[in-house]
């Protein structure tokens, strides 16, 4: 169910994406329109693109619709950002497509930066960014803290190289979209990243825009069942691009763009990377689950102790999953590589254990922030040691992925 469309075409089309947002969408829709009329220089139009609301959020958009040049409003039966998203931009006739969140969060002065290097033609997709050094961030300790970690997840597990998956504030060049939203599954949350990996990995040019964002503090996305659909997302798309399933090169072909090395260096085995990129997937979710375990347990337990306890638990888990899905390894044995596995733990405890102790000294009472920080610095070192001997010493008789075994 559409009402009215825009009749001409335009430089941007802005998606707006709500659900059960009556309050709200009339003044953020006024000021936004308000914003591209008076000091936006490219024409624009608006879409609110309503996810199934069940309040007065539709007819809502309806009347703005009818009273606004260049609003039109769609109405999708089923929930979901990424749906919205993928039904509006795959239809869309003008030359970049973007979305913000409902709440502007994010000063409409950075839209202008955001889209001007794809008009242009310097850039294919754009992304507003939070974690920048020069963003101005206002928000909560613990949203700050998993933004961060779902970065660091993904940087891990995906090798992505762009700074914030998450921010509420994205364009894309019109044929970029529609070559890459075809094969974007998600229709929620996750979206974002898929689209973002999905670019990435094509070949595509993501600018960053540094933003101001104020956190919305009637927000009601779920974070706990958001951030395991998340984890999961992340997991489903590091066996794809593991097991080839991702048309990458016939994507780079079609938008213009130069292949991309394998992860890590050229001349690394395809095996390798592929065995490099499961255990960076298993890492992440291992360190995740430490983080957690050593949180909840820190203030019954002290620092050391608390750092023992998970450490040890998540290493028991992390032998066994990269036993059998990086390097593929089934049968017996499992007893001898755990013994293996604990070596490994004892040297990855000595790292750890060793950067809490140099940061007690520096600072008697260190903060949770620094000390969080300092226990993932010491845990990345700690996963490249493990990776080597894992590779080189505890599973060295086993030199094929699990992939490869079905070939």
């Given amino acids: 169910m559409t009402a009215p469309a825009p009749v001409q075409l335009t430089d941007v089309e802005i998606v707006v994406p709500v659900f059960n947002e009556q309050d709200d969408l009339g003044p953020s829709i006024r000021r936004l329109h308000a914003y591209l009329h008076e000091d936006f220089p490219f024409t624009a139009s608006i879409t609110i693109a309503d996810n199934a609301s069940t309040d007065g959020t539709w007819a809502g958009a309806l009347a703005l619709a009818a009273t606004l040049p260049g609003v039109r409003a769609v109405h999708l039966d089923a929930k979901g950002r990424g749906r919205a998203l993928h039904q509006v931009w795959a239809a869309s006739t003008a030359r970049v497509v973007a979305y913000m969140d409902v709440d502007l969060s994010t000063d409409l002065a950075a839209l202008l930066p955001l889209v001007a290097p794809l008009l242009s033609g310097h850039s ?64 929620a ?87 490099a990129i499961r255990f960076a997937g298993i890492g992440a979710l291992s360190t995740v689950a430490y983080l957690m375990l050593f949180v909840l347990s820190r203030d019954a337990l002290g620092a050391q102790v608390a750092n023992f306890a998970a450490l040890l638990v998540t290493a028991v888990a992390n032998t066994a999953a990269n036993r059998r899905f990086t390097f593929g390894v089934r049968g017996r044995g499992a007893t001898r590589h755990q013994a293996q596995g604990l070596v490994v ?63």
Avoid at 229 to 243: E, K, P, Q
Avoid at 247 to 270: K, N
């Fill in 345 to 407: 733990f004892a040297l990855g405890l000595a790292v750890t254990s060793g950067a809490l102790f140099v940061l007690t000294t520096v600072s008697a009472h260190p903060g949770r922030g620094l000390e969080l920080t300092v226990l993932i610095a010491a845990n990345l070192v700690a996963t490249l040691l493990r990776f080597v001997l894992l590779r080189g010493w505890v599973f060295s008789g086993r030199a094929s992925t699990p992939a490869e075994e079905k070939s």
């Fill in 189 to 275: 949350w996750f979206f974002d990243t898929e689209l973002l990996v999905l670019a990435e990995h094509s070949g595509l040019r993501i600018a960053e825009v540094p933003v101001d964002w104020v956190d919305d503090p009637d927000s009601r996305v779920d974070i706990v069942s958001t951030a395991i659909a998340d984890l999961r997302g992340v997991a489903r798309m590091g066996r794809a691009l593991a097991r080839g399933e991702l048309p990458l090169r016939e994507l780079r072909q079609q938008l213009g763009r130069a292949p991309i090395e394998l992860p890590g260096v050229p001349g690394v085995p395809a095996s390798l990377a592929r065995q």
């Fill in 124 to 187: 294919d997709v754009a992304i507003g960014s939070r974690l920048t050094h020069s963003s101005r961030v206002v928000r909560g300790t613990k949203r700050e803290f998993i933004s961060r970690s779902y970065n660091l997840i993904l940087r891990a597990a995906l090798q992505a190289r762009f700074s914030d998956a998450q921010c509420g504030f994205k364009a894309m060049r019109v044929e970029a979209a529609r070559a890459l939203l075809p094969y974007v599954r998600d229709t």
